[in-house]
């Protein structure tokens, strides 16, 4: 079949699913799929309402080892109320330290137009957090091109060139993906323990605010 195949797979009922290698969103699953893949594809699936961060690891990495500090990618996969969550957990990977505090927990929420994060454990505290990276985030199902994206991380501080600065993306119309690039968020500089902070706004064209939901 020229190197694609078409196989059966179970899905539990009652979520919706993305299949992995195309992003395609799966509504309202049956106990089975008949799912279309490549040869070096696999059928994997992600559950819907899942935002799962990803190491955005260099092409010359050849280990785990070698990647650990890279940067990390935010994957959102927003559910049929167009909302998602997920959770990044760090520490330095290679000692018992964490029994101490020294880690950092982080969780972060999707309401459709604004990607959120909050501080999920208030005595932990890992330094190497603050220097972690997200500098690409994309968000799947997006129905139309936006208006612009906004990058909110330290609004109203000091910082230079934050808060309400437009980012630089991508929109795959055909798949429905918007890649936001050339960010610098850190995982957790200057947060406090459960209080959210706005990361990223996508902002609509005004006649269409209204129109934007998981279809």
Not at 123 to 142: G, H, P, Q, T
Not at 160 to 174: F, K, L, R, S, T
Request: aromatic share 12%; hydrophobic share 40%; glycine share 6%.
């Amino acid at each position: 079949m020229n190197g694609v195949y078409n196989i059966e797979v179970y899905l539990p009922n009652g979520y919706d699913w993305y299949l992995l290698n195309n992003k395609e969103l799966i509504q309202g699953s049956s106990s089975t799929q008949n799912i279309v893949v490549g040869d070096a594809e696999y059928a994997t699936f992600i559950k819907a309402g899942s935002i799962i961060p990803i190491l955005n690891f260099e092409a010359d990495r050849m280990s785990i080892a070698q990647a650990i500090d890279d940067n990390l990618r935010i994957e959102v996969y927003p559910d049929s109320s167009n909302t998602a969550t997920g959770m990044l957990y760090l520490d330095d990977y290679n000692s018992h330290r964490y029994r101490d505090g020294e880690y950092s927990l982080v969780n972060y929420s999707w309401d459709g137009t604004k990607l959120s994060v909050t501080k999920a454990v208030e005595n932990a505290l890992y330094f190497k957090a603050s220097n972690k990276i997200i500098n690409e985030i994309s968000i799947m199902n997006v129905p139309a091109y936006p208006e612009t994206v906004l990058n909110k991380w330290l609004n109203a501080t000091p910082y230079p060139a934050q808060g309400n600065v437009p980012v630089d993306y991508v929109y795959i119309p055909d798949t429905k993906e918007l890649h936001l690039i050339g960010l610098a968020i850190p995982v957790e500089d200057g947060l406090v323990y459960n209080q959210a902070v706005e990361l990223i706004e996508i902002v609509w064209p005004a006649q269409d605010c209204m129109q934007h939901t998981i279809v």
